[in-house]
């Protein structure tokens, strides 16, 4: 199968005023003509196919966004190449936009003054949508998402939530075959993120969409994205399943045993202790080949076990435990 994007060895370079500390300094930095140069992508190579839901993942200033603005055409990339659905995306930026739909969690693209519907009914023009096409995508849409209460309203009168969801259903109005998303569940409440998730990964599964999407909350991608890229500083540094980085990293479980009475020390052969509240113990079983009933047989019956809970390690202590490892294993270096 060919990719719908290739990336091969992208960089963006940005370049900065060089600045001056102090009051003096301040002034000489509107005046310099000193510039540092901030590398935002460094040689980052990746294909996406035709369906694929990708999860673009790093810490602040990791170089998200501007990749996600150098695919949709917004930004020239410094060195390399990048091919979407055939085009490089940023000399032919209007035949690009026709298939691709974009949301920027930050940044608005709805008409603040205008009700949510006029914008719409602005972009079925921009894009030429067939008016039976646009009122059939305008009704599904609208209610797997909920946004006929307040089609009618401004959109500078909508609540943070609605205002998301109207973003994400103007954005694919035009049938695009890739959605990006750049952070479109930021600053919404459990409920809200939970419909944009759900809604985002019918519209992966139902209609084929290709979904590119940058997040800071992990559920995002659990949800939606079987696919993970993940970058630091700059760079790429874990392209793949989720469940390969899992397998990567081990699946230490964690085990707390709550006891009626403290049992005092409690030395196990098959489980590391990471903490002691005296009525609870919470240990790690690195081991898998141990069982549950191995550990709970080495503690015996008479210790007044009240309690036992198992858990397999969440998306978040995976993504922790491999950025930590990276970063331990820098400074070794
Ligand atoms: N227009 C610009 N001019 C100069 N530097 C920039 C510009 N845009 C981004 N940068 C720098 O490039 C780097 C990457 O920024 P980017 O916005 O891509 O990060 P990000 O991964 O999206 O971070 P966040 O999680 O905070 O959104 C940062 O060091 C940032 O300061
Ligand atoms: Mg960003």
Known sequence: ???????????????????????????????????????????????????EAVGYLGPNGAGKSTMIKMMTGILVPSAGTLSVLGRTPHQERMANARQIGVVFGQRSQLWWDLPVVDSFTLHQRIYDIPAARYADNLKRFSDLLDLTPFLDRAVRQLSLGQRMRAEIVMSLLHDPKILFLDEPTIGLDVVAKDAVRRFLAEINRERGVTIILTTHDLQ?????????????????????????????????????????????????????????EGLLKHYLLEREDVSLVQVLSEVGSERGLKDVALHEPDIEEVIRTFYQRRNAAAAAQ
């Open 1 to 51: 199968m060919t990719a719908l994007i290739e990336a091969r060895g992208v960089s963006k370079r940005f370049r900065q005023h060089k600045r001056f500390p102090g009051l003096l300094g301040a002034l000489k930095t509107l005046v310099t003509t000193e510039y540092t140069e901030v590398a935002a992508v460094s040689d980052v190579s990746f294909d996406i196919a035709a369906g």
């Open 220 to 276: 995002d991608i659990e949800t939606i994205c079987p696919r993970l890229i993940m970058v630091d500083h700059s760079q790429l540094i874990f392209d793949g399943e989720l469940g390969r980085l899992r397998a990567a990293l081990g699946s230490a479980r964690r085990l707390t045993l709550e006891f009626a009475t403290d049992p005092g020390p409690l030395p196990l052969g098959t489980a590391t202790l990471t903490s002691d």
